[in-house]
Structures are given as C-alpha cells and as structure tokens.
C-alpha cells in the first residue's frame, strides 16, 4: 500500500534561517502533491499544490519542489519567523486508486 | 466567504452511546469530505461526496459509521456505537470541483470517548 513519510516529528530553525521540511512516498507517483499548515486546535489550511509534471512551484517565501525519480517532495520556508511555526502536513493524491493520504506531519519551531 | 462550519467543537461520550457531528461547506463548493485526525496523526479521509453522491467511503468503519449529505450541501457523520478508540478530531473540509483539489478545512470537532 502506498506509503508517506514526512521527514521528522519536530524542526527548531533559527528565525531567519530557511527552514525545510521532506515528504517522502513509496510505490506510486500521486497525480499532485499538496502542502497544508496546522495549527493547534485547528483544521490544516491549504498552502501549495504542485502537479506530477511540475518541477518546482513558489508563492511568497514557501517553495515546494517535485522530484518523481527520488519521489520527494522539499517544502522551504524562506526568511523564516516565529509566526511560521505550526505543523506542516503533506498530502499526495493518488490516481491510480483515487485516494488521498495525509503525512503525519512536522512539527516546526521557529526560535526568536 | 465564510469558511466551513462545524458543531459542536467539542463532544464528550461514553463508550457505546451516539454521536453526531454537523458540516456546513463553502457556498457552492460540489465536493465535501470526513476525516478522523488522531493526536499525532495526520488526517485519515473517511468518506468523500461529490454533491449528495458518495465517491468514497472506503475507510469509513460501515458497521458504526454512517454519513450523509442531504441536498448536496450540509452533512451529518454520526457514530453509533462509538468505542474508545474514536476518539479523535473529525474534519470536515470542502472544495470547489468534482477532482479533489486545494480543500477547506473546518475548525473540526474534538471527540473524547470515555
């Protein structure tokens, strides 16, 4: 069965510093890949989506990049601020059985 | 616009009594989904609609579980009997086409089963 993984539980960076988060899958490629962010006691608000034939896609200071080959999804927070800190979930949308998963998601702080 | 609402935010039960949750998606948003978020964890989709048609409740728990979107627009998820380990946050989220897409989230229900 299809498998995701986001790279670790929590992320401290540096405010300032470019913060980046890995979303690794197994078997099939999904048709597009989203990126969500979390904050407690609330639901996952939509940041990037970026499609199988697209190699990387940018809004702001957040740059996601789609590597099919590695099947790895990088998410950057640029010029990173305490504000940015929430947990970051990915989610890949599978065509082939018309599903879509969540990653468990990073936990990311952001240190003043 | 307003965003997706939820209620209650809150809901605590025993084991084996009901449940039921309520979901008002954006204005004229087709698609509408269920998800179960367990602490830790991220969002398990439980069932998807395309208007008041089901497109998938694969991982819906059908012996205890059941939804439904009357109209194509609010929807209900009810829990009867619930068991200990339902306890989790459930999200309901929209969105605007037939093919899933950008979704907007609700603040979600917490439901603690005791």
């Known amino acids: 069965s299809q498998k995701i993984e986001q790279n670790s539980e929590a992320l401290n960076i540096q405010e300032g510093k470019t913060a980046t988060l890995t979303c690794n899958y197994t078997?099939?490629?999904?048709?597009?890949l989203q990126w969500y962010r979390q904050d407690p006691g609330r639901g996952p608000v939509f940041l990037l989506l970026?499609?199988?034939?697209?190699k990387e896609k940018r809004k702001e200071r957040l740059k996601v990049t789609f590597d099919t080959t590695l099947k790895q999804s990088l998410f950057h927070i640029t010029a990173s601020q305490p504000a940015d800190s929430a947990t970051y979930l990915c989610?890949?949308?599978?065509?082939?059985?018309?599903?879509?998963?969540f990653g468990k998601g990073t936990r990311l702080h952001i240190l003043p | 616009e307003a965003g997706v609402a939820q209620s209650p935010r809150y809901k605590i039960i025993e084991k084996r009594q009901s449940v039921a949750f309520w979901c008002n998606p954006i204005?004229?948003?087709?698609?509408l989904y269920w998800y179960q978020q367990i602490l830790g964890q991220g969002p398990k989709l439980l069932i998807q609609?395309?208007?008041?048609?089901?497109?998938?409740d694969s991982q819906l728990p059908k012996d205890r579980f059941s939804a439904e979107r009357l109209k194509g627009v609010d929807s209900t998820l009810k829990i009867q009997p619930a068991k200990l380990e339902d306890s989790a946050v459930y999200l309901c989220?929209?969105?605007?086409?037939?093919?899933?897409?950008?979704?907007?989230f609700g603040p979600g229900t917490r439901l603690t089963v005791t």
């Open positions: 989220a929209s969105s605007r086409g037939a093919k899933r897409g950008e979704q907007y």
């Open positions: 078997n099939y490629s999904p048709a597009y």
């Open positions: 970026i499609r199988e034939n697209e």
């Open positions: 989610a890949l949308d599978i065509n082939r059985d018309d599903k879509i998963i």
């Open positions: 204005s004229g948003h087709a698609t």
């Open positions: 609609f395309q208007n008041n048609g089901v497109v998938d």
